[in-house]
């Protein structure tokens, strides 16, 4: 089992940023890559962003690039996500997720965008 724990989220005006983090804990061996999903009030949860454990490769989904960047720490088995030029569309619950030998999900951390 892998446990997660996100923090960073709150309440931020548009064209502010935000950093959400996301820690790993338990069964974190062969831990193949870590990233973050959305859910908006009445939407799917849609990919936010991948980050590869080893090779630290990344892909993000068109709506977040160039304005969110993920970052992970491999001593501390844990993913950040910085939220730039933030928009009321990224208003969501932000959920973290690791990918072992199952997928694994955070409890989620709301942001909301609102000037």
């Known amino acids: 089992q892998v446990q997660l724990v996100e923090s960073g989220g709150g309440l931020v005006q548009p064209g502010g940023s935000l950093r959400l983090s996301c820690a790993a804990s338990g069964s974190i061996f062969s831990l193949n890559a870590m990233g973050w999903f959305r859910q908006a009030p009445g939407k799917e949860r849609e990919f936010v962003v991948y980050?590869?454990?080893?090779?630290?490769?990344?892909y993000y989904a068109d709506s977040v690039k160039g304005r969110f960047t993920v970052s992970r720490d491999n001593a501390k088995f844990t993913v950040y996500l910085q939220m730039d030029s933030l928009r009321p569309e990224d208003t969501a619950v932000y959920y973290c997720?690791?990918?072992?030998?199952?997928?694994?999900w955070g409890q989620g951390t709301q942001v909301t965008v609102s000037s």
């Open positions: 997720y690791a990918d072992r030998s199952s997928r694994y």
């Open positions: 980050i590869n454990w080893s090779a630290g490769t990344t």
